[in-house]
Nanobody
Framework: QVQPVESGGGLVQAGGSLSLSCAASGSFFSISEMGWYRQAPGKQRELVAS???????YYADSVKGRFTISRDNDKNTVYLQMNALKPEDTGVYFC????????????????WGKGTLVTVSS
């Protein structure tokens, strides 16, 4: 089983910064894509940023230039550095890890963290 565990959420004023971390615990063979999603009250969960095992990253238009996603494969950890935060960035941020538990497993499985709350005050 694979269990992503997020950390780093909190309260910050607009214009401030926060850094989120998500470490994958459990046993697995490999991790492919890792990403961050967020969900604000009354809104759908949306993809914020993702990074592949090859280091290719994607960012939602709303966070380009402000957020940076990175990963440490040795630590099985994905990070999200959030700068110039805006009130609209407020929400629960979820870590998503796509992993294969065994070499023989044909496809990776999505594993979700429980989420960490980010609140940006105006």
């Amino acid at each position: 089983q694979v269990q992503p565990v997020e950390s780093g959420g909190g309260l910050v004023q607009a214009g401030g910064s926060l850094s989120l971390s998500c470490a994958a615990s459990g046993s697995f063979f490999s991790i492919s894509e890792m990403g961050w999603y967020r969900q604000a009250p009354g809104k759908q969960r949306e993809l914020v940023a993702s990074v592949t095992d090859g280091g290719y990253s994607y960012y939602a238009d709303s966070v380009k230039g402000r957020f940076t996603i990175s990963r440490d494969n040795d630590k099985n950890t994905v990070y999200l550095q959030m700068n110039a935060l805006k009130p609209e960035d407020t929400g629960v941020y979820f870590c998503l890890i796509n992993a294969r538990r065994m070499l023989a497993q044909p496809l990776g499985i999505d594993y979700w963290g429980k989420g960490t709350l980010v609140t940006v005050s105006s």
